[in-house]
């Protein structure tokens, strides 16, 4: 195992890359990166944060059950609360600056379009997990914790559904992320059955 | 910010129009400058004082946004894409030199119009419209083209005409890098009704901006019909049929939940993927309230005279 300074730089590492997609947005608006309509496109940009961070976040646990000595579980909660601090930033730009709060409206869409009921539950979803990743949190809720943030299957299933009901007739790229996410759901029963029988060899 | 964007006041003349426009263009003056807005009536040639009644402080969209935030699925469904695969179109414009629309079905004078020959059947106009896309954001831009009237008045409609089918090109053997994939059903189709189509504010857009169409755009031809949402607005157009049956549109084929025949900008009419209650103008961070007909009631709402427009929308 590395010593503690390389773990500290690791970590930091780790989680400044993640702030990366930020800096990158703060550059790409006032420069037209991706587009003339700079509320929609950072709200695009900003939920497609939060799901790839999702998704990786998810591809953790296998990959520590197959490589363990890389030590890939110390991050995953940092990158869980990443994609919550993404996904935070796209609600807040939706209700502040794209509904500009007025509650009718926010109602109506929640109501009236699916896509939108969608992220909401996800988001919510995502704020319970992340409310409950401290320390204090684990110790209170002890073995009903692990039940618990298996929410986050749930919470990335209707965060892609969300994605692909918003698109307007391209549903490549969350059609490719669903394909991803399943992947990961089996990869969790497959990396099990791995290491159990690695463990009886 | 709780609050939505004042309603608009009185632009001045030089809102309305883009002074580098005014002094480029000598012949100005001749066309007809019409149509920015709610109330105000079509503008006549020469008649420069309704310009100032226009009751709307709106400003042209900057030509960079116009010409590089598009939505042209023959060239990909990004909005940055038409502009970056704008050399395939350009490409295609050069091998099918020169341009041509066939012009066909029920009229006693079907024929074939190179680019050149339709552009001499009418003074070229300068119109400021504005552009609402279903997806709830608008533009105003200044087209260059002729009205879609001089072209259907020369091919005489007969009286078994209805409709007007509008054809997009499509090359099976050298297919625009959107045309690829089969997002939209090829050749990409709009249609309008007949009343419609010769609607003095329909028009048959050749420039923008002062210049000839960019690909993004839908060089060389492309329809503009103002009251309607963008889409309606068939690009790279190669084929106009006047028909007796009501064409169906390839949106219509792709989402037929979505988006109808009439597609007329309407605020009271509400999409299930947006609201269309109000718009984000490019280049604006708040929103304003979608105008019934985009603001072209005056004008064409008479077509609609005794419709359920939430039944036809």
Partial sequence: MAGRPARRLAWWLVFLAQLAPLGYLIWAIPTHQLGYEPVVDSLRFLGQSALYLLLIGLAITPLQRLMPRLGLIDYRRMVGLYAFFYATLHAALWLIVDRQLELAAIWEDMLEREHITFGVIAFLLLLTLAVTSTKGWMRHLGRRWRLLHRLVYPATALAVFHFFLSVKLDTRTPLILAGVLILLLLARPLTRWWTGRRARH | ?313
């Avoid at chain 2, 997002?183 to 048959?204: F, I």
């Fill in chain 2, 1 to 313: 910010m709780p609050h939505r964007m004042r309603p608009p006041r009185a632009p001045r003349e030089s809102e309305v129009t883009d002074p580098r426009l005014a002094l480029n263009r000598p012949a100005r003056r001749a066309f007809i400058r019409s149509v920015m807005g709610a109330g105000a009536a079509l503008a006549l040639p020469g008649c420069s004082r309704a310009a100032e009644d226009v009751p709307l402080a709106e400003q042209l969209t900057e030509r960079k946004a116009v010409t590089g935030y598009n939505n042209y699925y023959e060239l990909g469904t990004g909005k940055t894409d038409p502009k970056q695969n704008a050399g395939a179109l350009a490409k295609l414009i050069e091998r099918l030199d020169p341009w041509s629309v066939v012009v066909d079905g029920e009229v006693s004078r079907p024929g074939r119009f190179t680019l050149d020959e339709l552009v001499g059947l009418h003074a070229p106009e300068e119109r400021i419209y504005r552009m609402r896309c279903v997806e709830g954001w608008s533009m105003v831009i200044p087209w260059e083209g002729l009205p879609l009237k001089a072209l259907l008045d020369r091919v005489e409609p007969t009286s078994q005409a209805r409709f007007v089918r509008f054809e997009t090109v499509y090359e099976r053997d050298h297919p625009l890098p959107g045309q690829e994939r089969q997002v939209l059903d090829w050749p990409y189709v709009e249609g309008l009704r007949l009343d419609e189509a010769l609607h003095p504010l329909t028009l048959l857009a050749t420039g923008v901006y002062g210049d000839p169409l960019p690909p993004q755009n839908g060089a060389p031809l492309r329809l503009v019909v103002p009251w309607k949402y963008g889409f309606k607005g068939g690009k790279s157009l190669v084929r106009i049929s006047l028909v007796r049956e009501m064409p169906t549109s390839s949106w219509m084929v792709a989402v037929p939940r979505e988006y109808g025949f009439y597609a007329n900008v309407n605020p009271n009419v509400e999409h299930p993927r947006w609201s269309q209650a109000t718009e984000r103008r490019i280049g604006e961070w708040g929103r304003r309230d979608t105008l019934m007909f985009n603001g072209y009631a005056d004008e064409v709402a008479s077509l609609y005279r005794g419709m359920d427009l939430k039944k036809h929308f």
